[in-house]
């Protein structure tokens, strides 16, 4: 009975040394995959067109040189955002399919387009801002918020936004709000404001301020106001509407993320090329011209923007009858 007690005792020995070496195994073999990445192209999935798009494929070609392999920047456009984000989630956890998102994905599941919320990713790292700004025709009479808003009380406006239940969608809302007007709300195709605007089918419309510059420097249009603290280099004579007595102050950020459990060190990777580009000279040049804003922030800090903005977006969309 003793022999066999300590033939036990000897064979379960060797079995958690087998279990050990295998977990050893298994633990640098993960280590290897992540040291090893990339190993082959990585697709970008990208939610929307105009600016948004166009930075994706800046942003994407110079991660490329960065990581050694070819960076895919995919459209992957619809339902606000909604589309792209459920392709994503359902992508393997490897690093190699990351989405170029915003606070969409916050708007999106508030207005009850998705089932799923920010958590379902992994942050990699913010790459900027953008600040939405208020056009209407040049051959208006409307040069000041005020002035927009003192003829919307007599005639209700036709707003162009890209989407209800857009994030430019929560921002008009939250500003007419302030503003104290009701407004039409006419969803356009994206990058299609100006033409909306010009051809006489909006009055005016929220959308990106590149969408605006080249109307504006043609004098077709005018824009009266961006959303954000500061004013914006690519338009310096809009005055934001904080400074025009109205205490709105919203921008939306954009960022890459991976399906959630993808390893760290594959987000580290991702999140040192990430920093790498956005520092770089021509990145920033290129950004400039399109109204973006450079602003890096590492995947541990851009998560806790992610979850504080969705809380507040929450808050505000509940608070507009915005919310489902």
Known sequence: MAMLTDLNRAGWRRCTTVIAAVLVTI??????????????????TVLFGGSSATIAQVLADAMSTELGVPVAAVSRT???GA???????????????????????????????????????????????????????????WRTLDEFAAAARTKRMRVGISGRGSFIHLVSAALFDK?????????????TAPTELLGGRVDAALQWPSQ????????????????????VPVLPDVPTAIEQGYDVDMVMWRGLAAPMGTPSDVIARLETAVRRVVA???????????GFEPAFL??????????????AIGRLMAQLGLKR
């Open 27 to 44: 633990a640098s073999s993960g280590s290897a995959f992540a040291q090893q990445f990339p190993r082959q192209a990585v697709e970008m």
């Open 78 to 80: 619809g339902a606000g």
């Open 83 to 141: 589309v792209g984000y459920a392709y994503v989630k359902s992508r393997r956890p490897t690093g190699y399919d990351i989405v170029w998102n915003s606070n969409s994905i916050s708007t999106v599941f508030h207005s009850g387009n998705i089932d799923f919320d920010y958590r379902t990713f992994e942050p990699v790292a913010r790459v900027g801002m953008e600040v939405p700004a208020l056009a209407v025709r040049a051959d208006s009479s």
């Open 179 to 191: 503003l104290g007007i009701d407004v039409i709300y006419v969803p356009y195709g994206q990058g």
């Open 212 to 231: 605006f510059k080249a109307q504006v420097d043609a004098r077709q249009l005018r824009v009266i106001a961006v959303t954000g603290r500061d004013r």
């Open 280 to 290: 770089s000279p021509r990145f920033r040049e290129v950004s400039a011209t399109l």
């Open 298 to 311: 590492p995947a541990s800090e851009f998560g806790r923007v992610i979850a504080t903005d969705d809380a």
